[in-house]
């Protein structure tokens, strides 16, 4: 008989039905057979009180195993943890994998931290003061040290009873890496590759001696590069001295990839794309520091438009098309921009790599602009019977996506090497500048041909 799943909602009510009714057996027995992560959702749904209620049923090891799902930067994370007894606190995040207790730590309140560290097991909390020391962006910061690593000189058959042994506390098990004596990285073999060996072969007979690792100082973007380059489930991590200290799973370059993604739709959009609040107060404080800024930026176009008001009034005609130049020419260079943020996400471009993008950048926006700039030329002659005039505008639509493509493309590689984020080279300020560049390009190629096509 085929088992169907209950509807999340009709679950939860039950759940919560029994949480209230004090049937902690029934809740127990539903509850610890959900996924994690579902697990960890039905929580987030509760009150307070009700909260307060599931503590006094779940031990803290049960609690955290879906606290490993919960993201570690959620705003009330404090408050959940503060709401609990501290020793069950310290308790929970003792039993989560180090790499997420880690993470939670780094949101918490400094004296928060100390006290609930100063509650744990001392060995744990000294492992999880090496994880806090470093940088949150680096391998190190988005390590675990929740693995197995065996020594080389273990036979196939010792190895899997001592992998049976540390199976429990291990992130993952599937890559087991091999050490020497000192710790020194020296090879890995797969859970596979163990299970079909013969029991007596010697482990350093069979594992893979070239291991591909990463260093606890490697950027994140560069070790989520190197998984997804070589499509592993993890990647060993070494310190200075070449000694393993961890492992990064993939799990963690999922959040990387996304946290790089909200990062880069942020400085497009030039707002926090993450920030969810529904209060319209601070969702205008978040917004108005681009916007103002922005607005000035645009009260230069502005001036620029009011210096060439003689040329307007002797020709009015030229108003007519200033937001289809400035707009086309906006949107080329956003798309320019988009292309380059990805580009530099993927890459470490040197120097003569970034000369050649520039290039063809450059020749991509000539492209661009020639094909435009005779469509509109061809549509301005017929509609307004003046071909004079619609190559002026067609020229100057040329020009400026020309220019707004090599800007689009331009700035965000020399904020990069300049040790910015590029994606901070939003598509707001990119269009706004494009909309300055393109005016000015607009109204000096309208000045060159103006007798020519008013007569």
Do not use: C
């Not at 020793?87 to 997420?100: I, K, P, R, V």
């Not at 990062?263 to 609040?277: E, K, M």
């Not at 205008?284 to 502005?302: C, D, E």
């Not at 926006?365 to 017929?382: A, D, Y």
């Amino acid at each position: 008989m085929e088992n169907k799943q209950e509807p999340t909602e009709i679950l939860n009510a039950k759940l919560v039905r029994a949480l209230v009714k004090g049937e902690n057996k029934v809740f127990r027995k539903t509850f610890l057979n959900m996924h994690f992560y579902d697990q960890a959702q039905f929580y987030l749904s509760l009150t307070a009180e009700q909260r307060h209620l599931l503590y006094h049923i779940l031990d803290p090891h049960e609690m955290g195993d879906f606290f490993d799902t919960i993201e570690d930067d959620l705003p009330e994370m404090a408050d959940l943890l503060a709401e609990m007894v501290p020793q069950y606190a310290a308790e929970l995040l003792n039993s989560m994998f180090d790499d997420n207790a880690a993470d939670i730590l780094e949101h918490l309140p400094k004296e928060d931290v100390d006290h609930y560290l100063a509650l744990m097991d001392k060995a744990d909390a000294i492992q999880l003061r090496k994880l806090l020391h470093y940088d949150t962006e680096t391998a190190g910061g988005i390590m675990t040290t929740n693995f197995v690593s065996l020594r080389a000189d273990l036979t196939v058959g010792q190895a899997l009873a001592e992998l049976k042994r540390e199976a429990d506390e291990a992130e993952t098990i599937y890559y087991v890496y091999l050490v020497d004596a000192d710790r020194y990285l020296v090879g890995v073999i797969t859970l596979r590759d163990l299970i079909i060996t013969d029991n007596h072969t010697k482990l350093a007979a069979v594992m893979t001696p070239n291991v591909i690792s990463a260093s606890v100082h490697d950027e994140q973007t560069d070790v989520a590069q190197k998984i997804r380059d070589y499509d592993f489930i993890a990647l060993p991590v070494v310190d200075d001295a070449q000694k393993l200290v961890g492992i990064i799973t993939v799990d963690d370059v999922i959040e990387v990839i996304d946290d790089e993604a909200q990062s880069d739709y942020s400085g497009l959009a030039g707002v926090d794309v993450d920030d969810v609040s529904e209060n319209p107060f601070r969702a205008a404080s978040k917004r108005l520091p681009w916007l103002i800024t922005l607005l000035f930026l645009g009260m230069s176009t502005a001036t620029l438009i009011n210096h060439y008001e003689s040329l307007l009034s002797e020709a009015s005609i030229l108003a007519v098309f200033i937001s289809l130049i400035t707009g086309t020419a906006g949107n080329a260079g956003t798309q320019s921009l988009a292309v380059a943020v990805r580009r530099l996400a993927l890459t470490n471009d040197d120097k003569p790599r970034l000369l050649r993008l520039i290039g063809s950048e450059i020749l991509t926006g000539l492209v661009t602009g020639l094909v435009t700039g005779l469509t509109i030329t061809l549509i301005v002659g017929i509609w307004k019977q003046n071909f004079i005039l619609g190559l002026t505008i067609g020229l100057a639509m040329t020009a400026a996506i020309t220019v707004a493509n090599l800007a689009g493309s331009l700035i965000p590689m020399l904020m990069d090497k300049l040790g910015f984020d590029p994606a901070v080279a939003s598509g707001p300020f990119i269009t706004t500048l494009s909309d300055l560049t393109s005016v000015l390009i607009y109204f000096s190629i309208a000045q060159m041909f103006l007798h020519a096509f008013l007569n």
